[in-house]
DNA sequence: ATATTTCTTGAATGGCATTCAAGATAATAT
DNA sequence: ATATTATCTTGAATGCCATTCAAGAAATAT
């Protein structure tokens, strides 16, 4: 047990790495980011990053967390707001993390543990979702249907450049549809 | 102009390398396919790809405009067909050609050609969608947000793994919406 | 002070897309 | 028929990358 201090130590380096290769990876995506390049910006060797992390899935699973949590703490002081105003500022959440999203996706089928963490993260957001939509009066009976549409379209949205004029225009016709 | 014959064998050849690079990147995906691996199946030196292609990116952009122009014959083929079969049989033609739409996506911020081509791809979708919907009787003002709107829905299917009658369902859902 | 655990690192390793320079093959010109 | 040129092919780099390895430094425990 006196080795507090040393693990103390430990969690906050490991901190740190998450810190600057969050911002790395949030500016440059998983692919133009490399573990090098992080640990450059950590000012440590390359290889120390191993001793902290499994591999560089790992670290990108440890920043997809900080972000959601992040999101989540946005998305919860909006209680009140309707939720057109939630998913639109969600969508903004997710936009500041750069293309963090679409690399999940298509590291899903190289690693399993990506895979894990979006599966979880899905049905995450499908079950805020349908509470989300059933409380708003939607027929309980489609709540999880109407969910799975919102879902793909906001991912639409935010894998997809758009203004936010139209961004909200899309946003809107998918509410009319789903509150019809 | 007496170089037929030799241009003749080119476009051939390349045909070959396409069609072992299709088989290729359907069932193993981009990344977890090399140049290396579409040469040996090709019979070439790895580098020889490199006459007939600018770059990988390019061996996929050509790969990715055989596999539209077999599932634009197929739908040309669905012409009676109501929307909602078209869809279906769209989804399963995309989905047969494995992860290469994901692929497209999580390649695009690495080659502009993969840009142009994904957003070329996504017009002509698009537009399809909007001649579709107005030809079914949905409102023209709003057509073109629907077809957004199921165009996200059918990636978002596509995207992520699901049984035959849950897409069913989801599409379902979303046509109800779209024709309500 | 010594042994043990925890952390750090320089130097591999193996894989990858891509380039280079030189060779082979075929088409054209003489 | 021979020489010249354009087309194709390749073995051998190059440079980048994630990851591993073995050995050393630092902190902690005995």
């Known amino acids: 047990m006196p080795r507090n201090k040393r693990h103390l130590e430990t969690k906050i380096k490991k901190e740190e790495i998450e810190?600057?290769?969050?911002?790395?990876?949030?500016?440059?995506?998983?692919?133009?980011?490399?573990?090098?390049?992080?640990a450059r910006a950590a000012g440590i060797a390359a290889n120390t990053i191993?001793?902290?992390?499994?591999?560089?899935?790992?670290?990108?699973?440890?920043?997809?967390?900080?972000?959601?949590a992040q999101a989540m703490k946005e998305l919860s002081e909006q209680r009140e707001q309707p939720l057109r105003t939630k998913l639109l500022s969600l969508i903004a959440q997710v936009e500041?993390?750069?293309?963090?999203?679409?690399?999940?996706?298509s590291r899903v089928s190289?690693?399993?543990k990506i895979q894990a963490w979006h599966d979880?993260?899905?049905?995450?957001?499908?079950?805020?979702?349908v509470s989300e939509l059933v409380n708003a009066g939607v027929n309980p009976l489609e709540a999880l249907l109407d969910a799975k549409l919102?879902?793909?379209?906001?991912e639409g949205l935010l894998a997809h450049?758009?203004?936010?004029?139209?961004?909200?225009?899309?946003?809107?016709?998918?509410?009319?549809?789903?509150?019809a």
Chains 1, 2 share one sequence.
């Open 19 to 38: 810190f600057v290769a969050m911002a790395l990876l949030k500016q440059k995506g998983y692919d133009n980011t490399s573990m090098a390049e992080i």
């Open 50 to 68: 191993y001793w902290y992390f499994e591999n560089k899935d790992d670290v990108l699973i440890s920043v997809l967390n900080r972000v959601v």
């Open 96 to 105: 500041s993390s750069g293309s963090l999203m679409t690399d999940v996706h």
């Open 110 to 112: 190289h690693s399993p």
């Open 120 to 129: 979880r993260f899905h049905t995450m957001v499908e079950q805020l979702s």
């Open 150 to 154: 919102l879902i793909y379209v906001i």
């Open 161 to 179: 450049p758009h203004q936010p004029e139209e961004r909200e225009q899309i946003i809107d016709q998918a509410l009319k549809h789903v509150f």
